[in-house]
């Protein structure tokens, strides 16, 4: 268990659908990072989120958005769902400790797996 | 915009031998983070290595090991004593602010 929570894990739905996608970051973790991976490629940054802060932003569809909460869990709403979209959505959540130079990476949570009918 | 190269889409290695998997990036950064990602079939993303870049000393964790050259903007990683359970994709990665990933090798470990 990496600490980095994904619900679902599976979700099948048909196009034109909305989901959402819920991820817990770590404990301690404020920086939350969504990322897309479709079939047998790498993983593209959607977006990240600090402290309840939209950050940094990706090649994010417009009809995907996301958002953090208070409590630092955070939510990607996927809307007017294409056959495209179907893909393995990765959170990661990191401590961005600033200011010392320390950086170890993120930690992943076990994606949810989309697939839209 | 930063990109990270992994030319070797597949890659094949003897158990108990070993492998280099190869990683350019192209940044004009000076100070940066460097990282091996590793995702078995299950599909988790594993941290396998990290590298700063300010650092001249190669990162080595167990049975892997890296040869980072900054002014080539070369990352590789190396794996010794192949072990059945190295066998997964393995991703490149560049980070200032957000990770960028490369489209990864597929590394099989050959019984």
């Known amino acids: 268990d990496s600490g980095v929570t994904q619900t679902p894990k599976h979700l099948i739905t048909a196009t034109g659908q909305r989901v959402t996608l819920r991820c817990s970051p770590r404990?301690?973790?404020?920086?939350v990072y969504w990322y897309q991976q479709s079939l047998d490629q790498g993983l593209q940054f959607l977006i990240q989120?600090?402290?309840?802060?939209?950050?940094a932003k990706g090649n994010i569809l417009e009809r995907f958005s996301a958002q953090q909460f208070p409590d630092l869990h955070s939510e990607l709403n996927l809307s007017s769902l294409e056959l495209g979209d179907s893909a393995l959505y990765f959170c990661?959540?990191?401590?961005?400790?600033?200011?010392?130079?320390?950086?170890?990476?993120?930690?992943f949570g076990s994606g949810t797996r989309l697939t839209v009918v | 915009a930063q990109t990270v190269t992994q030319s070797q889409p597949e890659m094949s290695v003897q158990e108990a031998e070993t492998v280099t998997l190869s990683c350019t990036y192209d940044?004009?950064?000076?100070?940066?983070?460097l990282f091996w990602y590793k995702q078995p079939p299950s599909r988790q993303m594993i941290l396998v290595i990290r590298?700063?870049?300010?650092?001249?000393q190669n990162a080595t964790e167990n049975r892997f090991s890296v040869n980072f050259q900054k002014a080539a903007k070369s990352f590789s990683l190396k794996i010794s004593d192949s072990q059945l359970g190295d066998a997964a994709m393995y991703f490149c990665?560049?980070?200032?602010?957000?990770?960028?990933f490369g489209k990864g090798t597929r590394l099989h470990i050959l019984p």
């Open positions: 404990s301690g973790d404020l920086s």
């Open positions: 940044t004009s950064e000076s100070d940066y983070y």
């Open positions: 989120y600090y402290n309840g802060e939209e950050r």
């Open positions: 590298q700063e870049a300010y650092k001249q």
């Open positions: 990661a959540s990191s401590r961005e400790i600033t200011g010392t130079g320390d950086n170890y990476g993120y930690t």
């Open positions: 990665a560049y980070e200032d602010d957000k990770i960028i």
